[in-house]
Nanobody
């Protein structure tokens, strides 16, 4: 049974930093591409960042490029999202996802497994 469990969310002031983690189990982590998406009430779930299998190429939404960094630790079966210089528009529930295709993508339909999400709130 595949499980993705996010952690690290919380309240942070604008301009601050936060690191999200997503621990994966029940899959061959190094074979999967991983992604982060976010969602606010009443809106679509939007792409944030993705990384190819085995910590390959990375991809970012324009809104977070230069501020957020996605990375993986295959020994810990964990994907991270380092969030720097956050602003109130980054407030959302953040979800990690895994796709067996192995190539990072912003297309959420390409992902096979999803976590339950972690809330990030940025105060101004």
């Amino acid at each position: 049974q595949v499980q993705l469990v996010e952690s690290g969310g919380g309240l942070v002031q604008a301009g601050g930093s936060l690191r999200l983690s997503c621990a994966a189990s029940g899959l061959t982590f190094s074979s999967y591409a991983m992604g982060w998406f976010r969602q606010t009430p009443g809106k679509e779930r939007d792409f944030v960042a993705a990384i190819d299998r085995s910590g390959g190429a990375t991809y970012y939404a324009d809104s977070v490029k230069g501020r957020f960094t996605i990375s993986t630790d295959n020994a810990k079966n964990t994907v991270y999202l380092q969030m720097n210089i956050v602003n109130p528009e980054d407030t959302a529930v953040y979800y990690c996802a895994a796709n067996r295709w192995g190539i990072g993508t912003r297309i959420k339909q390409r992902y096979d497994y999803w976590g339950q999400g972690t809330q990030v709130t940025v105060s101004s």
